[in-house]
């Protein structure tokens, strides 16, 4: 069974785009309710939205099945990323607007868990450790650019409005400083988009877990603002936010291959 598409590219560029699958099991389906059938957490339409990045040779990784399947951006013992937070879990029984995915007496058990976790869960991140050695084998360093999206009001997740661009490095953990100083330039000399750097979303475990920047291997998080490139209320893709907000994607991902230790 497959469970994601890896496009495999030259440059030193791995995009990972881990919440962009929409597919449910035909066993787990009659499991859920009615409203997270239509998997609305899914981050729209991010793999189309990176899809010019093939053209600056970059890898592109993508699932096929819902993060509520499994959520391949959480860790395997589901320690929680936000500690004190609200956030959604490995295998998620609370949806972003806080209502249920499961039908009562319908959530995974431990051994759903564990089998997801090997259907999965593991072929995704094996995927992303066996790209990361492939480019590194090339490149002398290489970046990790996790790309995600969400409503930019979620009550359940923080308050008010998010940032239009929410660049996450761990704390500045993840990746080599003078890299996150030349991205927040990128964000800075813009004018279109409110942006910040570790915010509410720092980077999740791929962010955290892969990027080892003594090692050479660089990771990052970008979390946009789904009004940057969709209408919110309908649920469809705008063309022109879209070119607009690539002009700026295509700059941040410039300047990270451009970086040289």
């Not at 030259?10 to 997270?36: M, Y």
């Not at 993060?67 to 959604?88: E, H, I, M, W």
């Not at 089998?115 to 990790?144: C, F, N």
Request: a neutral charge; aromatic letters at 8%; one cysteine or more.
């Amino acid at each position: 069974m497959q469970t994601f598409n890896l496009s495999h590219g030259t440059a030193p560029l791995l995009i990972s785009l881990p919440h962009d699958g929409t597919a449910i099991p035909a066993d787990l389906v009659g499991r859920l309710t009615e409203d997270a059938r239509k998997v609305p957490d899914t981050d729209w339409f991010v793999s189309r939205l990176y899809g010019f990045a093939r053209s600056l040779g970059a890898s592109i990784l993508v699932p096929v099945h819902s993060r509520y399947v499994v959520d391949l951006n959480r860790p395997p013992d589901d320690t929680s990323l936000y500690p004190g937070q609200n956030t959604t879990g490995l295998c998620p029984t609370s949806r972003f607007d806080g209502g249920p995915v499961y039908l009562a007496g319908h959530e995974p058990k431990p051994k759903d868990i564990e089998d997801r976790v090997e259907r999965y869960w593991r072929p995704y991140h094996q995927a992303i450790s066996a790209e990361l050695h492939r480019l590194k084998m090339l490149h002398k360093r290489v970046l990790l650019w996790e790309g995600h999206s969400i409503r930019s009001r979620c009550p359940f997740l923080f308050e008010g409005t998010l940032p239009d661009l929410n660049l996450g490095t761990a704390g500045g953990a993840s990746c080599d400083p003078a890299l996150q100083s030349r991205l927040q330039r990128v964000l800075l000399d813009q004018a279109d988009y409110t942006e910040v750097t570790n915010g509410r979303f720092k980077g999740g475990y791929i962010t955290r877990h892969y990027g080892q920047p003594d090692k050479g291997i660089d990771a990052v998080q970008l979390e946009l603002a789904q009004s940057t490139y969709m209408d919110e209320a309908t649920g469809k893709w705008d063309e022109a936010r879209a070119l607009k907000l690539q002009g700026v994607l295509r700059k941040l991902l410039m300047a990270g291959l451009a970086y040289e230790h």
